[in-house]
């Protein structure tokens, strides 16, 4: 059924079901589609992102013979199941084409980076995956030649090559749409190539509606729409808090609330110096401990979750809670989550001996 999400927002402006399935089953699922990571650390946030995202990077760089090829080709078309999440929930799929895109500058080598592409398509031509690889590729092929600083400071022949690297992107996007689109990354693609491009408001959410319909975990898609609905670029917070309700409705039967805490989570990550979440944004810091709650009953393993929850809820003064999930936490600290503004230690004496 398509949604009027345009109206929706801008009128403003898969696993288990969450009580059906034991963390075992979960487990079990991850097994059964080859998720699990052979030795390195627990993919658990940044630490289990740098290495997994560097694996893939490292796969990359060394794809020189046909065998490297091939084996490349296989490993990435392991990992990329719908159903192959981190300790934290976060899809590998998401991780991989953030790793694409590093893969793409540690090179130093457009056209060497272009020709392994062309590489993997002949070992392995039928992995639908290539295709998201190689509209990547020109997405940041264009970037790269633009820069990123306003368009005045762009060159003339930086802004051409941005466009037509684009606009070939785009066509590849809609050429191959009819296989391409069975992976997530079409649509996030899609959402990038047409705001680059200026595409009108309204085929841009009906392409999230689209995807989002389809691909209803797959959060790095909620997280690009975001960023176009920030008010840095003409959004508001009122679109961006319109947008996270749609979000966890269409969520709600596997996810519950959580994708309100996952979102406004990289809302926090986003912000600007001087902005706070609960009192910049519309961000509500009750429906936000619900989504945390729901996110810890689903992925109960991840530090990195406990962590941003202890200190979103130190942000939101609510001492009760912190205290609670300090004591879970133990020494088991993932510094990464205490950045925001929100030092640990801080937190600890701001509610040491209080009953907030």
């Known amino acids: 059924m398509k949604l009027p999400m345009h109206k929706v927002i801008c009128g403003l402006a898969t696993l288990a079901l969450l009580s059906g399935m034991a963390q075992a089953e979960v487990v079990a699922i991850a097994k059964e589609n080859r998720c699990v990571w052979p030795g390195g650390p627990v993919l658990d946030g940044p630490t289990g992102e740098n290495f997994f995202g560097g694996a893939v990077v490292s796969w990359f760089l060394a794809a020189k013979t046909p065998k490297d090829v091939a084996t490349l080709a296989g490993l990435l078309d392991k990992y990329i199941k719908d159903k192959c999440v981190f300790v934290d929930g976060r899809p590998f799929q998401g991780i991989m084409l953030k790793s694409y895109q590093k893969a793409f500058k540690d090179t130093a080598n457009w ?3 272009r020709e392994r592409i062309e590489a993997l398509k002949t070992a392995n031509p039928d992995a639908i995956y290539l295709s998201a690889l ?3 590729w020109w997405i940041d092929a264009g970037w790269s030649a633009r820069g990123t600083g306003y368009a005045s400071s762009v060159t003339r022949d930086g802004m051409r090559l941005f466009q037509e690297r684009l606009l070939r992107a785009e066509s590849l ?4 749409k009819p296989r391409a689109a069975e992976l997530p ?17 309204s085929d841009r959410d009906n392409i ?6 389809r691909f209803k975990t797959y959060y790095p898609l909620y997280f690009t729409m975001l960023n176009f609905l920030s008010p840095r670029w003409g959004g508001s917070w009122g679109a961006i808090d ?23 989570w990289n809302i926090a990550e986003t912000m600007r110096e001087g902005e706070q979440l609960f009192k910049s944004t519309k961000a509500q810091w009750p429906k936000m401990k619900a989504g945390f709650e729901d996110l810890m009953m689903k992925n109960p393993d991840s530090l990195w979750n406990l962590n941003n929850y202890a200190e979103f809820s130190c942000e939101a003064g609510d001492g009760a809670t912190f205290r609670m999930l300090r004591k879970k936490m133990d020494k088991q600290v993932v510094a990464e989550a205490w950045n925001r503004g929100y030092p640990l230690d801080v937190c600890e004496a701001k509610f040491r001996g209080t009953r907030s």
Not at 173 to 176: A, D, K, R, Y
Not at 185 to 201: E, F, H, T
Request: charged share 10%.
């Open 111 to 113: 056209d060497g980076a």
């Open 134 to 136: 190689e509209v990547q």
């Open 173 to 176: 996007l809609i050429e191959t």
């Open 185 to 201: 990354y079409w649509y996030q693609q899609m959402l990038v190539v047409q705001s680059a491009l200026g595409g009108s408001g």
């Open 208 to 213: 999230f509606v689209e995807g989002a319909s």
């Open 242 to 264: 319109s947008l996270v309700a749609w979000s966890v409705k269409n969520t709600q039967a596997t996810e519950g609330n959580a994708l309100y805490a996952r979102m406004y």
